[in-house]
């Protein structure tokens, strides 16, 4: 579980495909001392498992399930990953709660000033659209952000400067893909909805 408040920005030193999967290994600022292999890490929103670790670079293991509904398989090396790790009990919940189990992708189809900040807009998978509301929450490669306007399928979020310096969305313009995860809440209301309509 994580709060989509990114802590560092790591680098992939090394992305390894083979057997359906992709090993990837990526530089962190972490001190990775107690960060215990089997760890869980949100990698640009991707809840992946630690499978190895040296100073200053972690190791992990994506499935090819993974890899269909994510972005993990257009890494390669020297692309910027937001990090976060998983939260402790306790820990303040400056977010909104991420379970890093990516839906699927959106597409950035805009990107303008607006005012201090910068406007994105957004265009999500026909089937997830329906989960995402004005004033709800999203993560995006693992940021949690307020969906400021939705339109059909496009919706608008604001990103600060300091979101915008301490994430890839510096990186981000038209074309780029982000991981998308709706919101938790959003999720089990459509289950339940869709469970009373069978009765």
Known sequence: MFTGIVTDIGT??????????????????YDIAPIALGASVGC???????VAKE????????SAETL????LGDWKTGSRVNLEQAM???DEMGGHLVLG?????????????????????FEAPTDLAPYIAPKGSVALDGV???????????FGVNIIP?????TVFGDAAPGTRMNLEIDLIARYVERLLAARGRA
């Open 12 to 29: 992939v030193r090394e992305a390894r495909h083979g057997n359906g999967g992709l090993t990837l290994s990526i530089e962190t600022a």
């Open 144 to 154: 949690s952000l307020t969906v400021n306007e939705v339109d059909g399928r496009s």
């Open 88 to 90: 402790k009990l306790g």
């Open 55 to 62: 100073k200053g670079l972690l190791t992990f293991e994506a």
């Open 162 to 166: 300091h979101t915008l310096s301490h």
């Open 68 to 71: 269909a509904c994510s972005t």
């Open 101 to 121: 189990h990516v839906d699927g992708v959106a597409t950035v189809t805009g990107r303008r000033p607006d005012g201090e900040s910068v406007r994105f807009i």
């Open 44 to 50: 640009s929103g991707v809840c992946l498992t630690v």
